[in-house]
């Protein structure tokens, strides 16, 4: 129900409003002088207030400025008796919606009040879709300074452009990518900001297009500063479906790209390093089976030797790859733990012992006491020390000596692996640790080796947080040293530790 406040200083002009009002469904209430209006308003919300002008204590002006102070949704009609129009435009400038001369009647008073509620119901109506304007406009500002936070921090480049071209937006990953300075380009033509002239014309090529076409379009291109990136450009439209723009974010792929080489070229060596000995086995079981060899044994011995030894080679090489696998595929899997190298090395010594004293090698080791154990996957450092002693022993000539030496530095335990063999070259020594290398002397020597047992100890080594070094003249033998890190929790020596 409607709440009325009538404020005069006529008792019967007060009752008789009050009347009227209860009379047509309305709560009403009466205040004496402007005072006393003031003070109800404060306390009570109503909807209208009816007030005179002349009053004692305060007059309707002043209670139009007090009032308005409140900040309330409230309506004021001034009723008065000395109605002019000066009267009516100082009590407009106040806040009073309407005035209402006295005398009046009762339709004259309901038809102003229902005038006055229906104006604050559209004051509060006003206030309200107000509130909501700001209120969306706030979250707007939210969402978007949200949006632009995330765009800010992905790790892909992102570039949008509007129909003319122009850079709308960019966000750091792709100023650092296209070596833009992104606090300047905003509003530039993205013909201008690319200095490179290939590039320039690559993208915005494939902007228009996408933005004529309504297309998805993937290029990829590589920078003058030889870095190769990968864009995926989308057109942006608007409600209509028009294109207003494009968009592309960009990737560097530069070492997916190197990846997918380095994968291509392992593939093609090891096809040709697989099909050069089956072809030859092939070779040797056809002139076998065509009879050539028919009445020389010895002959025909000879050729199935050597199929023999080329299919050990063949094993070799897989068992090679699988491991070269292995190590790749489970170095985050593997269990480490702590190793007692000392034992390892004796009990791999003991496995290439024969196959030493077959080439009458003297084969030595010496190792420090009271060594600590390393922390480390047994199986993997087994395999590192069997490549290193089997090359020894391999690359040594009949006679000579392979030994092995296991001492600590510092905070590293170091095992020496020295022979008196061929040796590497100084040049072969930059890439005798790469992948698939044999040394020039080896291969001149028809040595066979699969060019991976190196490469595999270095990634053991270094999956160990250590390294491995070689020092060599070439037919004069070589060392090479595998420093391996002690850790402190594994510092004491493995007579105290339980773990010999």
């Not at 690559?202 to 003058?224: P, W």
């Not at 989308?234 to 990846?259: F, H, M, R």
């Amino acid at each position: 129900m409607p709440k009325i406040l009538i404020v005069d200083d006529e008792q019967v002009i007060r009752s008789g409003c009050r009347q009227i009002l209860e009379m047509n469904g309305y709560q009403a209430e009466e205040a004496a002088d402007g005072r006393e209006g003031l003070r109800k308003l404060a306390a009570e919300e109503y909807d209208v207030v009816l007030t005179d002008i002349l009053m004692p204590e305060m007059d309707g002006m002043q209670l139009l400025e007090e009032a308005s102070k409140l900040g309330k949704d409230v309506v004021f009609i001034v009723i008065t008796g000395y109605a002019t129009l000066e009267s009516a435009i100082n009590a407009g400038r106040r806040g009073a919606f309407d005035y209402l001369p006295k005398p009046f009647n009762a339709d004259e008073l309901i038809a102003k009040v229902e005038r006055a509620l229906e104006h604050r119901n559209n004051l509060i109506e006003l206030r309200r879709l107000r509130e909501e304007r700001d209120r969306n406009l706030l979250e707007c500002s939210n969402e978007r300074a949200r949006t632009l936070t995330i765009i800010n921090s992905m790790s892909e480049g992102v570039v949008a452009v509007n129909r003319k071209r122009q850079i709308v937006l960019i966000n750091p990953a792709a100023a650092k990518l296209l070596r833009f300075d992104d606090k300047h380009v905003i509003g530039m033509l993205i013909e201008d900001t690319i200095q490179n002239p290939e590039l320039r014309e690559i993208i915005c090529q494939s902007l228009e297009n996408v933005a004529k076409t309504q297309s998805f379009k993937r290029l990829e291109f590589t920078t003058s500063w030889n870095r190769t990136l990968e864009a995926g450009i989308t057109p942006i439209s608007d409600e209509k479906g028009e294109a207003i723009g494009a968009v592309a974010v960009l990737s560097d792929v530069t070492e997916e790209k190197k990846i997918e080489k380095i994968k291509s070229d392992f593939v093609s060596y090891v096809a040709h390093e697989l099909k050069a000995p089956l072809g030859a086995i092939e070779g040797y079981l056809n002139l076998i089976i065509e009879g050539i060899t028919a009445g020389n044994p010895e002959k025909e011995r000879e050729m199935i030797l050597k199929s023999r030894d080329r299919a050990r080679g063949l094993i070799a090489l897989i068992n090679d790859l699988l491991d070269l696998s292995r190590i790749d595929r489970k170095r985050a899997l593997k269990e480490m733990g702590p190793v007692d190298l000392k034992d390892l090395l004796q009990e791999t010594l003991d496995f290439y012992r024969l196959r030493a004293e077959n080439k009458s090698l003297r084969l030595g080791f010496a190792a420090e006491a009271d060594l600590p154990p390393i922390r480390g996957n047994r199986e993997d450092l087994s395999r590192l020390f069997a490549n290193l002693i089997s090359n020894a022993i391999k690359y040594t000539p009949d006679g000579g000596e392979v030994k092995v030496d296991l001492r600590r530095t510092n905070d590293h335990v170091c095992v020496s692996v020295s022979d008196t063999g061929i040796g590497i070259s100084e040049e072969a020594q930059k890439y005798i640790f790469d992948e698939f290398y044999r040394a020039p002397n080896a291969l001149a020597k028809k040595i066979t080796g699969t060019g991976l047992g190196l490469a595999i100890a270095k990634k053991i080594a270094e999956d160990h947080h250590g390294n491995i070094r070689v020092e060599s003249r070439e037919n004069a033998g070589s060392t090479f040293r595998v420093f391996l890190p002690v850790l402190d929790r594994y510092a004491a020596p493995l007579a105290n530790s339980g773990h010999a």
